[in-house]
């Protein structure tokens, strides 16, 4: 990644940007490796070392925007009202004014103190204690001007398809943000592409409309209204095939055009297990039109990958009419996908340590959807093999 230039406010800024760290294996943890129990130590001394490598930030902007310069203003006004009110000492039946004299500018922070005299006594009043603690706290508009040419992880090109994956701390390697899960906004995306390929991202499609630019080009537009943290920001561009559901509308099934037959043939379960999940929480799809892509497997990093709205999949596990055995593991993972939507993006965990309980809730509305669809005996039998496997994960998710 390449940042050209940055603006906060319109005003140019200086910054300060490092790319991402380079994979170093920590030679002394390896070296001391003997048995199955050290490869483990040292492997989790590698990872966490390398956690803690990429929390420090990347991009460090410098950018200085005086106090001074607002309290002076402030000032100014307070004076142009106090010569206002000295020409004009009674108004309102002749009764005295408040003048600015009375209003204390608070340097540090541009607040009003109004003083008030009584019994004798003189009682401070804050107009804005609020304001105390929000030091020129004003929105800033961050425009990064950057270029992604070769990129390492979190995007990847192949051939004409370009797709994300959510791996963990990788949203950053594609596009400026504050790559955390515990920093959550909304989205406004647009996305200009070739006019013979779709562009696929997380929330609504406002609109797609043609370049004024270049009109071989077209622009997509889309807006996610629910805070997310950018871990699940996703987007898939490509000569893809949009099959909407033919039960809700606010659905859409994508993949590529050599796999629309499978596709066609696999998704039409795919409304019972949506409208399952929302008569059960009674509530909507909490974050706008779901889209669920299937990418061949040789172009996926991870058989399936989440994102607000959206999960890519390997079209490995789509089948066509013939094929039996495969039905109820693909069922299994499409509806174990689209349940992580509520519990696991929608709801995100304040720990790591508490990952497990939306994993827990997420695994029991698929036993829902597993009990009144595939019925009793079905769950029963995953929960069997939990208990010889002693992998939870391994029995909503296994195709086997």
């Not at 009674?282 to 607000?308: C, N, R, W």
């Amino acid at each position: 990644m390449t940042i050209r230039s940055i603006l906060v406010d319109g005003e140019s800024v200086e910054f300060d940007y490092s790319p991402d760290w380079k994979n170093e294996d920590n030679q002394q943890n390896w070296s001391s490796v003997s048995c199955l129990k050290t490869a483990a130590d040292a492997a989790c001394s590698t990872y966490t070392s390398a956690l803690n490598r990429e929390a420090v930030p990347h991009l460090i902007v410098s950018y200085e925007r005086s106090v001074k310069s607002i309290t002076e203003q402030q000032l100014e006004e307070n004076s142009e009202k106090h010569e206002e009110s000295s020409e004009r000492p009674e108004e309102h039946g002749g009764k005295p004014i408040q003048t600015s004299d009375d209003k204390i500018v608070n340097v540090c922070n541009g607040s009003v103190v109004e003083e008030q005299k009584e019994n004798g006594s003189e009682k401070g009043k804050e107009n804005g204690i609020e304001a105390e603690n929000e030091k020129v706290k004003n929105i800033k508009l961050v425009h990064i001007d950057y270029i992604l040419e070769k990129a390492e992880t979190g995007v990847h090109f192949v051939g004409n398809v370009l797709h994300s994956s959510s791996q963990l701390r990788r949203a950053h390697c594609w596009f400026p943000c504050i790559d955390s899960t515990t920093q959550r906004c909304p989205f406004d995306l647009e996305f200009t592409v070739s006019t013979d390929l779709i562009a696929v991202s997380n929330g609504d499609l406002l609109y797609q409309v043609l370049s004024k630019e270049d009109p071989s080009k077209k622009t997509y537009v889309y807006k996610l209204n629910t805070p997310v943290s950018a871990q699940w920001i996703s987007l898939v561009v490509g000569p893809l095939e949009v099959l909407p559901d033919s039960n809700d509308i606010s659905v859409s099934h994508i993949c590529l055009s050599p796999a629309l037959s499978k596709l066609q043939n696999t998704i039409t379960f795919f409304h019972d297990a949506y409208s399952c999940y929302e008569d059960y929480l009674a509530a909507q799809f909490p974050l706008g039109l779901y889209k669920q892509i299937f990418l061949p497997p040789e172009m996926t990093v991870l058989p399936t990958s989440l994102g607000a709205s959206t999960c890519i999949f390997s079209s490995d596990i789509l089948h066509d009419e013939k094929v039996i055995d495969q039905i109820i593991g693909t069922r299994i993972k499409l509806a174990y996908a689209l349940a992580k939507q509520w519990f696991g993006i929608y709801t995100s965990a304040e720990e790591p340590n508490d990952e497990w309980l939306l994993d827990g809730l997420a695994g029991f509305l698929t036993e829902l959807f597993i009990k009144r669809f595939l019925g009793n005996n079905e769950a029963r039998y995953r929960r069997f093999k939990v208990c010889l496997t002693k992998n939870s994960y391994y029995a909503f998710c296994s195709t086997e």
